[in-house]
């Protein structure tokens, strides 16, 4: 009789970078040419559910509707997650036919790190499955290597850098990501508003090998390490005052670099400009937000808890947001006993 398959929950939290990662050493392996920094989130998860079975065979994966029920995925899905199950198996040395499903529940590729989750989540799952347990650091360079490297920093909770370092040292591209504040430091709150929920037209493993084609990006790689350093003292010392137009340089820069890409690249919508608009009228009224951008038309919107309120309300009234969702700083992925199939 053959052994019982090992299977693994997990559930992993997106992310939002205050300091943006953008452009690679190696795209496929996420190594990055910056050390960037996040916040963790708290509602936008993924979960995901692998099952090991002691045989060789194809490898499945599905996608889970709102039913519960499973889909099979499509090729531009599962393909990415089918060479992670392989990276992983070849990890563990294991002989082992996998089952995987992943349920997103926030809108998919449209600039909100679900494959940060995903991938984060798939990991964590896969491991486990295969009766492994890897330290949260290894856990980090296991997911960083989906390609999907912001899936780094999804592996722990509250503000987080990637990859680690000491900040004035050289980079080490392949180093884990670490956390450097926890999430209790700081309730910072994070409305999302929802102005495109299609899929972006530009990957970010697209966008990460045009950024070097772009004449600012070796500027702004010189002065990136000086803008980090001023982020996190203002994590640190919870200066939203000084946080603020940090954070919306750096989502502006990200941008630009993006659109003197050649080919250029657009993310931003009529509707992401809308609300950074609105974001700038609420802090002349001396409401503390300020706005942040990855890589597509939503915009994430920054705030301490007492302002929150005021940030939603203004912004669900704009003609250009279709939702919000209202999110702030939080843990970690865990496993859950709950399995998807
Ligand atoms: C703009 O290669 O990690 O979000 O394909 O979404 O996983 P995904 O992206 P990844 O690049 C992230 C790009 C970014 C900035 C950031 O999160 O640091």
Redesign the pocket.
Known sequence: MSAPPGKATARAPA???L????G?EE?DE?LPLNR?L?MTLTRCVSLCTVEAHPEEGEDEVFRVDDRGGLDPADPPFAGPVLRHLERLRRWADRRVRFRAATRTGFPM?A?L????SG?AALTLAAVRALDRDPDPEELSILARRS?????A?SCFGGYVEWPAGDGDDELDPGAPARPVLPRDHWDLRDVIALVDRSPKKV???E??RRAETSPHFATRLARLPERLHAVRRALEERDFGALAPLVEAESVE?HMIAMTSRPPIFYWSGGSVEVMEAVRTLREEGVRACFTM??GPNVHVLCPAEDEGAVAERLSALDAVGGLIRDRVGPGPSLVPDHLF
């Not at 390609?147 to 899936?151: C, D, F, L, V």
Request: proline share 0%; glycine share 18%.
């Open positions: 992310n939002i970078a300091i943006k990662y953008w690679a795209v996420g960037s996040s590729g600039g790190a679900s494959s940060a991938f390609g999907s490297g912001s899936a920093r990957s970010s493993r966008g990460h990200l990855d890589a």
